[in-house]
């Protein structure tokens, strides 16, 4: 099992590298909708502000995935378990949105489905 669960966490982690990319991209978006005329100032600010606080929150869990020993985890649905509990403790303690408890479950359900079907 320590072997599944080590390509999972490098598999979710390249996972979550490219969510940033596309956060990214989002940002990059409204940048253009702004620079259109499409959306205010105030707009942008308080999208871009949404954006970055969840690339943080991404960027927090990604930072704990490193610190994770996967032989610890007999099953992947126990990892992802520990996994929901980290983005939970960045969503309370330190203050990242809710939307990041989502992204890493379906992360994690994707990563597994991909790993299955793959197997």
């Not at 990892?79 to 929901?84: I, P, Y």
């Not at 992204?103 to 079907?117: D, S, W």
Request: charged residues 35%; contains cysteine.
């Amino acid at each position: 099992m320590h072997n599944e669960s080590s390509k999972f966490l490098a598999i979710l982690r390249v996972e979550l590298e490219d969510l940033m990319l596309d956060l990214k991209d989002a940002e990059e978006m409204y940048r253009g909708r702004f620079e259109k005329g499409d959306v205010s100032g105030h707009v942008l600010k308080e999208n871009t502000a949404v954006l970055e606080n969840e690339l943080a929150g991404i960027r927090s869990v990604i930072q704990e995935l490193r610190t994770i020993d996967a032989s610890r985890y007999e099953t992947l649905d126990d990892l992802c378990k520990e996994l929901h509990l980290v983005s939970l403790e960045a969503v309370k303690r330190l203050g990242f949105p809710a939307a990041l408890l989502g992204m890493m479950n379906r992360k994690c359900a994707k990563v597994k489905r991909y790993l299955a079907e793959a197997g």
